[in-house]
């Protein structure tokens, strides 16, 4: 056997066992934050394809937050090095757009009338879409 064959035997021996346990609660939810972590994508695609521009709406980091969220404790579970290393960083990303977002539609706009228009902020539901679809309609 080639190096490569037996790699690849290794691999599905231990995917083999690994699914051969049945299925219990934290296999659940650890697919169950697998496809929010995924989802996400498929939003931020659905939003882009209807605005006709590319866009990352804020669903898109509520699904990175809480996704990420449950695939660290998911991570810290299995007690791997390497996979909870690559699930620490995301779901603080992600809290982090949010705060920004949060203090960006909180402020007042800026005094005067001097000053370059701003682009309007991502949509986070079909409202906001509608209204981003106005102004650049209104723009043009």
């Not at 605005?51 to 937050?65: A, D, R, T």
């Not at 996704?67 to 992600?94: C, K, N, S």
């Not at 000053?115 to 986070?124: F, L, T, W």
């Amino acid at each position: 056997m080639t190096l490569a064959m037996c790699i690849l035997a290794a691999f599905f021996d231990n995917l083999w066992h690994h699914l051969n346990g049945g299925i219990n609660f934290w296999t659940i939810f650890g697919l169950t934050g697998n496809v929010m972590w995924t989802s996400r994508f498929v939003v931020q695609w659905y939003t882009s394809e209807k605005l006709k521009q590319s866009v990352i709406p804020k669903n898109f980091w509520h699904l990175s937050l809480v996704g990420g969220v449950i695939q660290l404790i998911y991570a810290l579970h299995l007690g791997a090095i390497p996979i909870i290393l690559g699930a620490i960083l995301p779901p603080v990303i992600a809290a982090r757009n949010l705060v920004l977002i949060s203090r960006h539609h909180h402020q007042p706009p800026p005094p005067g009338g001097d000053h370059e228009p701003s682009a309007p902020p991502a949509p986070d539901d079909d409202a906001s879409a509608s209204m981003l679809a106005t102004h650049e309609a209104a723009t043009r």
